[in-house]
């Protein structure tokens, strides 16, 4: 079992930042990839961006890219999502999510992963 825990969710104005981090503890040893995905209120979950742990490559839905970046610290089994020049459309719930293996589904699919974290609220205010 894979426990996330998701921080650094709030209340931004358009344009502002926002840092956000999940942290992985449990069967960590084995770690394909990790991401973000969001979710907006009467929408489904979408890809934001998810980083293939052993490459280190990293992929972003265009609609983040140049705004979003994400990283991870393999020393704490963690990853990050520096988002800049926030929108509006950005607020959602922002899941994190963790697979030990590559599936055939693709990377960003919610089927791709099978372990999510809790949610954090990320609210941009025009």
């Known amino acids: 079992q894979v426990q996330l825990v998701e921080s650094g969710g709030g209340v931004v104005q358009a344009g502002g930042s926002l840092r956000l981090s999940c942290a992985a503890s449990?069967?960590?040893?084995?770690?394909?990839?990790m991401g973000w995905f969001r979710q907006a209120p009467g929408k489904e979950r979408e890809f934001v961006a998810t980083?293939?742990?052993?490459?280190?490559?990293?992929f972003y839905a265009d609609s983040v890219k140049g705004r979003f970046t994400i990283s991870r610290d393999n020393a704490e089994n963690t990853i990050h999502l520096q988002m800049i020049s926030l929108k509006p459309e950005d607020t959602a719930v922002y899941y994190c999510?963790?697979?030990?293996?590559?599936?055939?589904?693709?990377?960003?699919?919610?089927?791709?992963?099978?372990?999510w974290g809790q949610g954090t609220q990320v609210t941009v205010s025009s």
């Open positions: 980083i293939i742990w052993s490459l280190g490559s990293t």
């Open positions: 999510a963790f697979t030990p293996y590559i599936s055939s589904s693709p990377y960003y699919t919610p089927s791709a992963y099978g372990y």
């Open positions: 449990g069967r960590t040893f084995s770690t394909y990839a």
